[in-house]
Structure formats: C-alpha cells, structure tokens
C-alpha cells in the first residue's frame, strides 16, 4: 500500500495548511493513521494520529492545540489541519497507516512518500 500525502507548501509564520493523506486502495479510511515529520538533521517525530473510527487523536504537545487530524472515510482521507504555524513547524511530513493506533514510527507499516512544509519567519 503506498499513501500519498499533499499539501506542503511554503506559508508565513501564524499562517495555516491543510495535509491531506490518501491511497488507491481504500486502506486510509480503513485503519489507524498518523503524521510524522522530520526536520533537516533531526529524527522523525510524532505529530498526531487518529483511530481508525475517528473516536481518538492523540498529538504532540509541541502542535497540541494548533494542529487538528480528522478523517474523512468517504473520501478515504485524513487530513491534518495546521494553524497558528511557527518557524519550528518546517519539516517533511509523512503519513502512516496501519491496524495498530499508536504514537511509534515503527509502529506502522505503510508510509506516505512525505510533503515539504516551510514556515517563514
């Protein structure tokens, strides 16, 4: 399964994005899913993550508050929305999918080919 994940872009610090995470074969609305993100010379970090019914989020305390994660199953897509961005919010974000609802990378087996966000300051 290989999801896609878009809508990285360039915005000015205070400003918003919205991610969007999706695949060709119908898992995303299907199971649990999560955003990562990995700045230049840093590890991949945890963002937020949401059940595979949509009933719990889990997020960073470093985006709790501005970041919000919601499913659409329909449409067979998560998406993360992102607020209130700051300098340190720039990074490749990567969606994650699998049957285990968890805050681990290694917790999950499908990976999206990762979105560019850059924050300006």
């Known amino acids: 399964v290989q999801l896609q994940a878009s809508g990285g872009g360039l915005v000015q610090a205070g400003g918003s994005l919205r991610l969007s995470c999706t695949d060709s074969e119908g898992t995303v609305g299907n199971v649990a899913t999560a955003w990562f993100r990995q700045a230049p010379g840093k590890e991949r970090e945890f963002v937020a993550a949401i059940s595979w019914k949509g009933g719990t989020t889990w997020y960073s305390d470093s985006v709790k508050g501005r970041f919000t994660i919601s499913r659409d199953s329909a449409k067979n897509t998560v998406y993360l929305q992102m607020n209130s961005l700051k300098s340190e919010d720039t990074a490749v974000y990567y969606c994650?999918?699998?049957?285990?609802?968890?805050?681990?990378?290694?917790?999950?087996?499908?990976w999206g080919q990762g979105t560019q966000v850059t924050v300006s300051s």
């Open positions: 994650a999918a699998d049957s285990i609802f968890g805050w681990r990378a290694e917790e999950y087996e499908y």
